[in-house]
């Protein structure tokens, strides 16, 4: 009995349909095991490593959709390194990605997400206003004040050595919880945002006004005056240049809190 051509040709297609369908399910599963809860305590998330042309990539898709949930959806295909995003990541792309990944793996999805959110997505400003600064991606450079360490935020520099001249502003609406004087950090503020970051501005010269803790702030609330305040006791000054140390740290459960690398979160800042 000779095989009905159409019966092959219908099960020659599934076979097809099959090869093509079963190895994008286990790269779609591959990816979402990427997403581990215990990622964002990896060295390679606390570096925010990125670039100019991804900077631009998460300038434009932001439009749409929260950073945070950007750079989760990139996170399994980069490794976490946003050094270069593939063509094809459109913002169509985006969005089919993140209802694969929160199928496959939503417990890790969303723990991702939920870090990225608190570093990210309160952004709204620059925390230097109305005066030229400059800064490098100085993230884990060598500090020796009080033994040897790494350096964790970033240095604005003004393009003047003045004390109590220039205006610190908040980056986020959120939170005073901490305030007053430092060793390392001098006069310092520090706002816990409505995701959960807690953003840290150290060396200050002065305070705009006499913040209490729990005190709310919005994003563009003067803090204070860039100084040069801190490695001593509290009045202490003149031991660096001018500037503002700017920090950033999550809540990592059972690891408390966890600085992360502030230099491209100060960039994306800047271009608004």
């Known amino acids: 009995m000779r095989n009905n051509p159409f019966r092959v040709a219908a099960f020659l297609l599934f076979l097809v349909l099959i090869c093509s369908w079963f190895p994008s399910l286990l790269y779609q599963r591959q990816a979402a095991r990427m997403l581990r809860a215990d990622a964002v305590t990896t ?11 991804t900077l631009i990539r998460l300038l ?16 399994p295909f980069l490794e976490g390194r946003f050094a270069s995003v ?13 209802r694969r990944l929160l199928h496959d793996n939503r417990k890790g999805y969303l723990s991702v997400k939920e870090a990225y959110a608190a570093i990210w997505d309160d952004i709204a400003c620059f925390p230097v206003n109305g005066t030229e600064v400059s800064y490098e991606n100085s993230w884990m450079f060598e500090r020796t004040y009080g033994g040897i360490r790494g350096h964790e935020g970033t240095d604005l520099m003004p393009a003047e050595n003045r004390s109590g001249v220039f205006p610190v502003v908040s980056m986020t609406d959120g939170t005073v919880e901490n305030i007053g004087w430092l060793e390392q950090g001098g006069y310092r503020i520090g706002i816990r945002s409505e995701n959960g970051g807690y ?16 005190e709310r702030v919005y994003a563009g609330d003067r803090l204070g005056m860039m100084g040069d305040t801190g490695y001593g006791p509290e009045g202490t000054s003149g031991q660096f240049p001018v500037h503002l140390h700017v920090g950033i740290y999550i809540r990592t459960g059972a690891s408390g809190e966890m600085s992360v690398n502030p230099y491209w979160v100060l960039r994306y800042a800047q271009r608004f």
């Open 86 to 98: 593939p063509a094809w990541m459109s913002r169509d792309a985006i969005y089919a990605w993140r």
């Open 199 to 214: 953003f840290y501005y150290a060396h200050l010269d002065s305070y705009a006004r006499e913040f209490a803790i729990g």
């Open 60 to 75: 434009e898709s932001s439009e749409d959709v929260s950073v945070g949930e950007i750079l989760t959806v990139w996170y």
């Open 43 to 53: 060295d390679t998330f606390r570096k925010m490593q990125m670039s100019e042309d």
